[in-house]
């Protein structure tokens, strides 16, 4: 994996845990690029199952959706950009 592609990867777990429930997480969840990243992504359910089974203590799957969707140009660039999007908001 290129260097830039594991950073971003590490910067978007980073602001995963900062994440509090206020406006400015709720405006980032209703992006473009947000709603993009999912549809790279998969079903929701697909997500939501991947999510759960980290939270549980086995992030493979979270990984793997991740490893691919930054292995695709288009998704690497949502990533960053979602990522500066949640800087800007001070998440």
Do not use: Y
């Not at 691919?68 to 990533?79: H, K, N, T």
């Amino acid at each position: 994996m290129a260097n830039g592609s594991k950073q971003g990867m590490e910067h978007l777990g980073q602001t995963a845990q900062k994440l509090k429930d206020n406006g400015a997480v709720q405006q980032l969840l209703r992006s473009d690029d947000t709603r993009r990243m999912m549809e790279l992504l998969g079903s929701h359910e697909k997500v939501k199952g991947a999510a759960k089974a980290a939270a549980a203590g086995n992030p493979s799957q979270l990984m793997g959706m991740m490893q691919q969707l930054m292995s695709d140009p288009e998704g690497a660039r949502l990533v960053e950009q979602i990522t500066k999007q949640a800087e800007q908001s001070g998440l």
